[in-house]
């Protein structure tokens, strides 16, 4: 017979981490779901009620991060699976405080938080799969959006370094899995030099995918792949001239 699948998605009550749950409980896992919005994560129980459960759920809240965290963990008894897409992104060009600091509690304190509490369950149970959704913009700077960027980059190097931490577990049954998106059709999608956007039904159809290839990182779409090989090599120069 086989075991009932179970996942937690941070950040589900819409976007990226909303439709990636809808594919869950297509493939049969039961899925807990958070975010701040109760009414969003009731509409989506009420549309799966046999395989939801919802918390609601301030990341910046990290105390009640893990309140919550555990509290799921208890009523699922395992976890296979750990989706992180809980995120913000403003163009904040004059650096306004308010915009810089809930980027970075809810982006690199919440998001850590989640990572840390994720792979230490997996180290416990053995198994797991953590999957950060972190973007195209982990890998330079720019000048709308610094907070955002910087807090992309340092998602990046921490699910980077939680993969390598992962050579320290016998059994070598737990996975990290970095999504480098680059525009999604999504109210996240930032700035006026949007391109190459995909849409949400394209875009998770593809993050589905390398999650279940258990794939270390992917950009989504896949073409994102060559921009992120120029901006890996382009000088700091030529990005301050030609963006
Ligand atoms: N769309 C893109 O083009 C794109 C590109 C690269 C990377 N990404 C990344 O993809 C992830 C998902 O974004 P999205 O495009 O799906 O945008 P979205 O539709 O705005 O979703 C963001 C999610 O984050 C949750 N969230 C925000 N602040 C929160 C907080 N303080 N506590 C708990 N949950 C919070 C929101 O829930 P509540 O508001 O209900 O709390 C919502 O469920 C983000 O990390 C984003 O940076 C998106």
Same mark, same amino acid.
């Given at each position: 017979?086989? #075991?009932? =699948?179970?996942?937690? !998605?941070?950040?589900?009550?819409?976007?990226?981490? #909303?439709? /990636?749950?809808?594919?869950? !409980?297509?493939?049969?896992?039961?899925?807990?779901?958070?975010?701040?919005?109760?009414?969003? /994560?009731?509409?989506?129980?009420? *549309?799966?009620?046999?395989?939801? +459960?919802?918390?609601?759920?301030?990341? *910046? *809240?990290?105390?009640?991060?893990?309140?919550?965290?555990?509290?799921?963990?208890?009523?699922?008894?395992?976890?296979? /699976?750990?989706?992180?897409?809980?995120?913000?992104?403003?163009?904040?060009?004059?650096?306004?405080?308010? +915009?810089?600091? =809930?980027?970075?509690?809810?982006?690199?304190?919440?998001?850590?938080?989640?990572?840390?509490?994720?792979?230490?369950?997996?180290?416990?149970?053995?198994?797991?799969?953590?999957?950060?959704?972190?973007?195209?913009?982990?890998?330079?700077?720019?000048?709308?959006?610094?907070?955002?960027?910087?807090? #992309?980059?340092?998602?990046?190097?921490?699910?980077?370094?939680?993969?390598?931490?992962? #050579?320290?577990?016998?059994?070598?049954?737990?996975? !990290?899995?970095?999504?480098?998106?680059?525009?999604?059709?999504?109210?996240?999608?930032?700035?006026?030099?949007?391109?190459?956007?995909?849409?949400?039904?394209?875009?998770?159809?593809?993050?589905?995918?390398?999650?279940?290839?258990?794939?270390?990182?992917?950009? +989504?779409?896949?073409?994102?792949?060559?921009?992120?090989?120029? /901006?890996?090599?382009?000088?700091?120069?030529?990005?301050?001239?030609?963006?």
């Amino acid at each position: 017979m086989n #075991k009932t =699948k179970t996942a937690i !998605v941070f950040g589900a009550t819409s976007g990226i981490g #909303k439709k /990636l749950t809808e594919l869950l !409980v297509k493939d049969n896992f039961i899925v807990a779901i958070t975010g701040r919005r109760l009414a969003k /994560l009731k509409e989506l129980k009420a *549309q799966y009620p046999n395989q939801i +459960i919802i918390k609601k759920n301030d990341i *910046q *809240q990290v105390g009640e991060v893990e309140i919550v965290f555990n509290e799921i963990v208890r009523e699922l008894g395992e976890v296979h /699976l750990v989706i992180h897409s809980s995120g913000v992104g403003e163009v904040n060009t004059e650096l306004e405080w308010d +915009i810089e600091n =809930k980027t970075i509690q809810t982006n690199v304190v919440g998001a850590t938080k989640v990572y840390d509490l994720a792979y230490n369950l997996f180290e416990k149970q053995q198994f797991g799969h953590l999957v950060g959704i972190s973007s195209i913009a982990s890998l330079r700077g720019n000048r709308e959006a610094p907070s955002y960027f910087a807090s #992309k980059a340092y998602q990046k190097s921490y699910l980077e370094s939680l993969y390598i931490k992962t #050579k320290t577990i016998k059994s070598k049954k737990v996975y !990290v899995t970095d999504i480098r998106p680059g525009f999604i059709d999504t109210a996240m999608a930032l700035g006026d030099g949007v391109f190459w956007m995909v849409t949400l039904e394209k875009a998770t159809k593809q993050i589905y995918s390398a999650i279940n290839k258990k794939k270390r990182a992917a950009y +989504i779409s896949k073409r994102w792949r060559f921009i992120a090989w120029v /901006l890996k090599i382009v000088p700091a120069q030529l990005l301050k001239i030609a963006t």
